[in-house]
Structure formats: structure tokens, C-alpha cells
T-cell receptor
Framework: SAVISQKPSRDICQRGTSLTIQCQVD?????MFWYRQQPGQSLTLIAT?????????ESGFVIDKFPISRPNLTFSTLTVSNMSPEDSSIYLC???????????FGPGTRLTVT | KQEVTQIPAALSVPEGENLVLNCSFT??????LQWFRQDPGKGLTSLLL?????REQTSGRLNASLDKSSGRSTLYIAASQPGDSATYLC?????????????FGQGTILTVHP
């Protein structure tokens, strides 16, 4: 299994500002994933982050709004830029473990934009 | 496009009951299926993973079955307890590769009252 930590666990931000979320994994992984969960909704994949290459974004998500860094095999950051109240969500970091390819999730970052 | 549906959307039962949560998916070409638990405002905890070649998996009071040909999975919870109260999410991984996209259902909100 993989143990994932995220910082911050929650934040309240003002409209127009940016927030960077950090994700740390206790083992080296090839791919890391960033998900968004809007209030009362299920999870939506934002992007897949590979070490040493550009992240791959899902339809509806763009790099200018959600820039991602992946400097090594255990760490990634997601920035939510120029925030609006519609960005209020839980943001989750995730990885796929080796072997049976079970997916693991971090504890999430609860973001509120006022 | 894969679609995952979970029924019921919400379920309230008295403590001690056995219960079944349902998950259906439209594309049977899956790599695996995972059941997760999510407590309010928190990340996801993996409960059970079923590979596409398997029929069921068991962990403690939980049993998950998979009928890939009919596009269905069930999560059986025996002797429910108040601590089982949470949202249960079903997710299927696209077939072809171990890193196929994970598609989530909307979840079943379970409340077990004493």
C-alpha cells in the first residue's frame, strides 16, 4: 500500500488568489493523479502527472488554471490559480500501487473560496 | 464512454442488518473494480479490489462480487455497525492497461443508526 499526505488539509482563500497543494507519497510511483470533488459530487480527474514530463489534463481542465509540478517520484504539487467560489472543492492526490494496481488516495485538501 | 451508476443513492438501516450496495457499469472491458469508503470531508479509503478475472473478494464483514459480463458489482456488508456510516464509492478502471482511467459512481450514502 501507499501512504499519501497532503498539505494544507484545508484553507479558506479569497477570490482571485492562488493556492498550491502539496502531495507526498511514502514510495516511488510512476504516475500521480489529481482529482476534484465538488460539494455533494463524486470525483473528477483533473490531470495525470508523470515525473519529468508535462501533466496530461482531462477535458475541461487547463494548465493555466491548474498548473502541476512533478519534480521527483514521490512528490507533486497542484496549484489552483485565480480562484473563484466555483473552485471550492476537496482536492485529492492519488497514486496507483504496484502489483495489483490498487489506487490509493490522500486525505484531501478542503478549499473554500470566498 | 464508461458510466458507473450506484443504487441506492442513500440507505438508512438499523444496526445489525445485512445490506447490499449495487454498482453497474456500461463498458464491460474493465481492468479492475474498486470499492472505496469516504467519511465526510475526508479522503478515500480502499476497501476491496476485484480484478477483471475474479468473481469476488472478501475482507472481514465486507464481500464484493463482480459480474463483468453483465456490468455489475455488489458490496455486501454483514452485521452493520454505526461506524460503517459513510459514503461508499464504486470505481472501475478502463481495460487495456494497469493505468487505465478510473471512473467513479456517484456513491451510496449509508447511515447505520443504533
Amino acid at each position: 500500500s501507499a501512504v499519501i499526505s497532503q498539505k494544507p488539509s484545508r484553507d479558506i482563500c479569497q477570490r482571485g488568489t492562488s493556492l498550491t497543494i502539496q502531495c507526498q507519497v511514502d514510495s516511488q510511483v510512476t504516475m500521480m493523479f489529481w482529482y476534484r470533488q465538488q460539494p455533494g459530487q463524486s470525483l473528477t480527474l483533473i490531470a495525470t502527472a508523470n515525473q519529468g514530463s508535462e501533466a496530461t489534463y482531462e477535458s475541461g481542465f487547463v494548465i493555466d488554471k491548474f498548473p502541476i509540478s512533478r519534480p521527483n517520484l514521490t512528490f507533486s504539487t497542484l496549484t489552483v490559480s485565480n480562484m473563484s467560489p466555483e473552485d471550492s472543492s476537496i482536492y485529492l492526490c492519488s497514486v496507483v500501487g504496484q502489483g495489483v494496481y490498487e489506487q490509493y488516495f490522500g486525505p484531501g485538501t478542503r478549499l473554500t473560496v470566498t | 464512454k464508461q458510466e458507473v451508476t450506484q443504487i441506492p443513492a442513500a440507505l438508512s438501516v438499523p444496526e445489525g442488518e445485512n445490506l447490499v450496495l449495487n454498482c453497474s457499469f456500461t463498458d464491460s472491458a474493465i481492468y479492475n473494480l474498486q470499492w472505496f469508503r469516504q467519511d465526510p470531508g475526508k479522503g478515500l479509503t480502499s476497501l476491496l479490489l476485484i480484478q477483471s478475472s475474479q468473481r469476488e473478494q472478501t475482507s472481514g464483514r465486507l464481500n464484493a462480487s463482480l459480474d463483468k459480463s453483465s456490468g455489475r458489482s455488489t458490496l455486501y456488508i454483514a452485521a452493520s455497525q454505526p461506524g460503517d456510516s459513510a459514503t461508499y464509492l464504486c470505481a472501475v478502471r478502463a481495460g487495456g492497461t494497469s493505468y487505465g482511467k478510473l471512473t467513479f459512481g456517484q456513491g451510496t450514502i449509508l447511515t447505520v443508526h443504533p
